[in-house]
């Protein structure tokens, strides 16, 4: 099956070799996207309700260059670095999913992230 690099300038660059999403038919697979700015500058050093908006805003970038939105999310990933901020998460994550479109999903601590951030988020969306 033939795939397409998906970018957005609204987010922040690769950091190492992969694509920000790649689309396979029509299903969209994006990167974790951590708390970069779209000039690869960190938002929100040590302060996870920043980092988490960030990221959000970075992952619905992302899905509008492949002409997608948060709707069409079907599951996500998230890695944070202490599970003691998955309330402060969760409600952050939750602001951005209407109800009826709320994806699938499972939450994952690690030891540490890239870039030393509080979270990562990766999602899969279908057209």
Known sequence: MAHTIIFSPQA???????????????TVYVSGQIALDATGQLVGEGDVAQQTHQVM??????????????R???????FVKDLGNFGLINEIYGNYFEADYAPARETVEVSRLPKDVLVEISCVAVQ
Request: glycine share 6%.
């Open 72 to 78: 069409d999310v079907v599951k996500c990933s998230i």
């Open 12 to 26: 922040p660059a690769p950091i190492g070799p992969y694509s920000q999403a790649i689309q396979a038919g029509n």
């Open 57 to 70: 805003r970075n992952l619905q970038a992302v899905l509008a260059a492949a002409n997608l939105t948060l």
